[in-house]
């Protein structure tokens, strides 16, 4: 059974609220058959509004799989909508075991072997136009694979990166996610575009245009692109 098949048909669970979570981020036990999976489901009704994303921050965490499937890079878990959980409509994403005093910070400093992984998360956050990038939204699992999770901020029209992802700057972007991201400047995949409304379609098109032009990631000369806390 695939995972996507069991959050999408599994039996949810609460197990716990994840206190640190800015939005309600509820930990569950996803059931199907035989299979069990834990979750993180953040369910609609427990968004903090905000003045500069409109309500249905869930599909903006669908939207990132979507975009990290499309690319083949697997940055992001596995990452359904669910309209039956026990909060009502939402994301349902695997949980990534993982050891929790590992980051961003710590894995740069002491893990060179990632550095292509988180390299590649620079990118990917400039393409999704990431608003909340933090030191903790950047995990290494149980397996040594490195994921980007908490996505809900991406894909404004406006430019709004915000990220702790800068010790990439000023480097060359390769060639192999140059060619990866090429075609989104002309199209997005159908389901992307379901997710988001014409002018975020569009802005993302931009971004990757730009990219592609420049082919450099880019630098921060304000100093300020940076979300708080860091972790």
Not at 5 to 28: D, F, H, K, W, Y
Not at 156 to 163: G, I, N, S, V
Request: glycine fraction near 8%; charged fraction near 25%.
């Amino acid at each position: 059974m695939s995972e996507l098949v069991l959050l999408t048909e599994g039996r949810m669970e609460l197990l716990g609220l994840i206190r640190e979570s800015s939005n309600s981020a509820l930990l569950v036990e996803v059931t199907l058959e035989q299979e069990t999976v834990w979750g993180i489901y953040k369910p609609l009704e427990g968004e903090r509004p905000l003045i500069d994303f409109r309500p249905g921050l869930h599909r903006r965490e669908r939207a990132a799989y979507v975009l990290s499937e499309h690319l083949g890079w697997g940055l992001v878990p596995p990452t359904v909508l669910r309209q039956d959980g026990p909060c009502g409509p939402g994301s349902l994403q695997r949980f990534v075991e993982h050891d929790p005093l590992q980051h961003y910070f710590t894995l740069y400093d002491a893990a060179p072997d990632t550095h292509d992984a988180l390299r590649r998360i620079a990118l990917f956050d400039l393409v999704a136009n990431n608003a909340d990038r933090k030191g903790g939204h950047v995990l290494r699992g149980a397996d040594g694979r490195i994921w980007g999770i908490d996505h809900g901020l991406c894909f404004a029209a406006a430019f709004k990166l915000r990220t702790v992802v800068w010790d990439f700057s000023g480097e060359p972007v390769p060639e192999d996610l140059l060619r990866d991201i090429a075609p989104l400047a002309d199209d997005v995949p159908d389901e992307l575009a379901e997710l988001l409304d014409a002018t975020e379609v569009a802005a993302l098109r931009r971004r990757v245009r730009r990219l592609l032009d420049e082919a450099v990631l880019p630098v921060d000369v304000t100093g300020r692109r940076i979300p708080w806390p860091l972790l």
